[in-house]
Nanobody
Framework: QVQLVESGGGLVQAGGSLRLSCAASGSIFSINAMGWYRRAPGKQRELVAAISSGTRTNYADSVKGRFTITRDNAKNTVYLQMNSLKPEDTAVYYC???????????????WGQGTQVTVSS
């Protein structure tokens, strides 16, 4: 009974900015790592950014210095601030979270439905 819902995608010109949000809801005991993945047309899914249950972060080399991942544990929400967007950033962005539900079950990965980001040249 855990769901992840992304928002904030859209169409933006090169050099512009977008902020993606992903809110987890349901019977959640705790959330471990959270991250953002993306899949461009004709390409495989790739990790964009990840953040631990603390504050440690990891970024793909292609977005390092342009994107920033943050989380608000009180809101069970992870954000991806995307600046200096490039056409090659165009993709469907998916939120991922490793969640321990309130039910007596082990933690497992959950995925959002994805949000489209399109960057025009």
């Amino acid at each position: 009974q855990v769901q992840l819902v992304e928002s904030g995608g859209g169409l933006v010109q090169a050099g512009g900015s977008l902020r993606l949000s992903c809110a987890a809801s349901g019977s959640i005991f705790s959330i471990n790592a959270m991250g953002w993945y993306r899949r461009a047309p004709g390409k495989q899914r790739e990790l964009v950014a990840a953040i631990s249950s603390g504050t440690r972060t990891n970024y793909a080399d292609s977005v390092k210095g342009r994107f920033t991942i943050t989380r608000d544990n009180a809101k069970n929400t992870v954000y991806l601030q995307m600046n200096s967007l490039k056409p090659e950033d165009t993709a469907v962005y998916y939120c991922n979270a490793n969640v321990k539900p309130s039910l007596p079950l082990r933690a497992s990965d959950y995925w959002g439905q994805g949000t489209q980001v399109t960057v025009s040249s």
